[in-house]
């Protein structure tokens, strides 16, 4: 093959090959002010934390992206913990949508057996109580089934590290819903709160609808939301089992009582429509997307906009587990709309200088498509403001290719050389 034909057909795998498989190994995408990017630098280095993702969405886009520390390729996967909630309320909302179910339905309407809570014996149990952790379900309950290996008890058990829940381990089969509502007792009242209708948090809560939801549609949990939401997204890398990644997982960390941070093996768990979501920043950013766009993501449609402000009451927005933690944020202004996404792999690390940072630096470029903006001067013949335009950022796989182009012509330009040398 003579260097013409070569070069032509690399460039065409450059062109053609999915943005997923291009951002390997990236770690930045985009752009942000150079004292915002100090501000979240500062903030990162002084928290303590090993690695993180962050990202920042304006009007619908994805502007920017990082990864830091040890593990700074933003195809690195992390555990988002309790905002896999987000994704199992999706799921009741588009069997809601679909006429599948209705959200004020007695969670009995759908299964064989009652479910009431044993001190008000005569309150029904709706989907939407459950979904707002106001069904009276206690947060932790042996009926969340074990999530942890003996193997990871064991470690931890050797670290002299205690959990504070209660946390029996895993021998990596899982139950039938059936098979779990027999061996537990639904109705015991070991499982309820004494009453009913007032928020408490609670993760027994959502792994009974990740049942329930397999009971109603006779398909897995994670099927169907791989298959109603993750794939018409093209969120190629939001999974809930980690055996299925061939990309980098971070890898968590723990702080013993000494104030050694140790690094943990990557595990599995069993955390399903409580806790079992795996994603990257620029994946997660997709669904932010979809749901403060009225439902569109692109040209693709997951949400009816009359169900958007439904979706945005069950959005969770923090999640925590052993050795990771994840928050995100969404806010409508007079200027726009802004969105903000972190990933840690330490669940105690002091994410909050982070955070603030990374807010005040989405308002600061949010800011640029205030109305009042778009009067701005500029100063000179020759320069323009960039305040002056109110166009949108473009949309994120372009943005990410383009902040892929310039790395991709050095890569094409190496290869020339060293072919050249070859001749």
């Given at each position: 093959m003579n260097l013409k034909s070569t070069t032509f057909l690399f460039l065409i795998l450059f062109l053609v090959l999915p943005t997923n498989v291009l951002a390997n190994g990236i770690t930045e995408i985009g752009s942000i002010s150079e004292e915002g990017a100090i501000a979240i630098q500062n903030a990162f280095d002084a928290s303590g934390i090993p690695s993180?993702?962050?990202?920042?969405?304006i009007n619908n886009a994805l502007v920017w992206a990082k990864g830091y520390g040890e593990q700074p390729a933003l195809n690195t996967v992390f555990r988002t913990g309790s905002v896999t909630k987000t994704f199992t309320a999706a799921a009741f909302v588009k069997l809601n949508e679909t006429g599948i179910i209705n959200l004020d339905d007695d969670?009995?309407?759908y299964l064989p057996f009652q479910v009431r809570n044993p001190n008000e014996p005569g309150t029904i149990i709706t989907i939407r109580m459950v979904l707002e952790h106001k069904a009276g379900m206690k947060i932790y309950h042996q009926f969340n089934q074990p999530w942890i290996s003996a193997e990871m008890l064991q470690l931890l058990d050797d670290l002299n590290y205690t959990i504070s829940i209660p946390v029996p381990s895993w021998n990596g089969i899982r139950l039938p819903l059936q098979d779990i509502i027999n061996s537990t007792n639904i109705n015991d009242p070991d499982l309820w709160l004494p009453t009913t209708g007032d928020f408490a948090y609670s993760n027994t809560g959502y792994f009974f609808l990740s049942f329930l939801l397999e009971h109603i549609t006779n398909n897995t949990w994670s099927d169907y939301i791989h298959d109603t939401i993750l794939t018409p997204l093209g969120m190629n890398e939001t999974k809930f089992n980690v055996t299925e990644y061939a990309q980098p997982v971070a890898v968590p960390h723990l702080k013993l009582d000494n104030g050694t941070l140790v690094a943990l093996p990557v595990y599995r768990d069993y955390g399903y429509g409580a806790g079992g979501l795996m994603t990257t920043v620029t994946d997660l950013s997709k669904f932010i997307i979809a749901v403060t766009n009225g439902g569109w993501y692109g040209d693709v449609q997951i949400f009816q906009p009359e169900y958007?402000?439904?979706?945005?009451?069950?959005?969770q927005q923090y999640g925590s587990m052993l050795g990771y933690s994840a928050?995100?944020?969404k806010f409508t202004t007079e200027c726009g709309k802004l969105g903000a996404v972190l990933f840690t792999n330490w669940d105690m690390g002091n994410m909050a200088l982070i955070w603030s940072a990374l807010l005040t630096e989405g308002q600061s470029l949010l800011s640029q498509y205030c109305p009042e903006a778009t009067?701005?001067?500029?100063t000179t013949s020759t320069t323009t403001s960039p305040t002056a335009t109110t166009t949108n950022p473009p949309p994120p796989d372009i943005l990410l290719i383009s902040?892929?182009?310039i790395g991709g012509a050095v890569v094409v330009i190496a290869f020339l050389l060293v072919l050249k040398r070859r001749k």
């Open positions: 993180i993702q962050a990202a920042i969405i969670v009995s309407d958007v402000p439904i979706m945005n009451q069950y959005l928050e995100f944020g009067t701005t001067t500029p902040g892929l182009s």
